[in-house]
């Protein structure tokens, strides 16, 4: 049996709300994952912010895939 | 009983909490993040006589689950036993998916011998069961196998490569904690949230 996931990949934000992380040591984690990969994570440490961001994206993909 | 929130994107790891299964442990993390799942295990769960509340609830709000059952020896400390814990939470996970038309959680069973578990739980027989061979790639293979994605799917080497930036980070990771082991609740968060970062190179490619 194989199951196919359709839904996008949740945002850092979500994930650290999820599991009950704080927003500064998931910003920590990013960074260290920016070390490991030698590419910028980012992670917003306010809520409010972070949530803007996933939607203002979620809109851009959408209009991409219209275009 | 009121029926909690599914988040989709949710994966109840069902595995062993020993040194010896680290390496798939860590394993289990970076495939599950890489797929764009986020791994929810009972060692987020505090002791307590709520504690098999919580599993369930845990196990209800899980898009998918994954139960390993690999570890059928007897473990080493006196009174030498097997442990149930695994067996017994895939029968939650499957008892919830089959009542009340919940079929729409789906759950997944691993093994590390191909054939063995239709000696140890054989009313599974029927049931794809994958096997890992106690590999590190044999779990990420297995994952590959068990899961598909329209968009992002994570190759192999990508999987790999999550893993290994995952384990090279352990040490900061536990060193940061205070901790000595993996299998604690505040590391687990860790490990989870970094591997996320970490999946950003298939997600973001």
């Known amino acids: 049996m194989t199951a196919a996931i359709t839904t996008p990949f949740p945002t850092l934000e979500e994930v650290a709300d999820r599991i009950g992380l704080s927003r500064k040591r998931a910003k920590q984690l990013a960074a260290l994952a920016s070390e490991l990969t030698g590419k910028q994570v980012t992670i917003y440490t306010d809520a409010k912010k972070g949530a803007k961001r996933s939607r203002q994206s979620a809109l851009k993909k959408v209009a991409f895939k219209k275009k | ?205």
């Open chain 2, 1 to 205: 009983m009121p029926r909690p929130a599914v988040e989709k994107t949710s994966a109840f790891l069902n595995i062993p909490y020993d040194k010896q299964f680290e390496n798939l442990y860590l394993a289990y993390i970076a495939g599950l993040t890489a797929f764009g799942l986020v791994p929810r295990a009972t060692l987020e769960i505090p002791g307590g006589s709520r504690r098999l509340d919580r599993i369930f609830e845990l196990i209800q709000t899980c898009g998918f689950s994954f139960h390993d059952l690999s570890r059928v020896q007897r473990d080493r400390s006196t009174p030498k036993t097997p442990r149930f814990n695994m067996p017994f939470e895939l029968g939650l996970a499957v008892a919830w998916s089959k009542s009340g038309g919940r079929n729409d959680q789906v759950w997944f069973v691993l093994e590390a011998v191909d054939r063995r578990i239709l000696k140890s739980l054989s009313d599974l027989n029927g049931t794809d069961v994958y096997v890992h061979g106690s590999q590190v790639k044999g779990v990420l293979r297995a994952l590959s196998n068990a899961l598909v994605r329209n968009v992002n799917q994570p190759t192999l080497q990508q999987m790999m490569s999550l893993y290994r930036k995952l384990r090279r980070a352990v040490p900061s990771i536990l060193n940061n904690r205070g901790a000595s082991s993996t299998f604690e609740a505040r590391v687990f968060k860790d490990l989870v949230q970094l591997a996320a970062s970490l999946s950003k190179d298939v997600s973001e490619p």
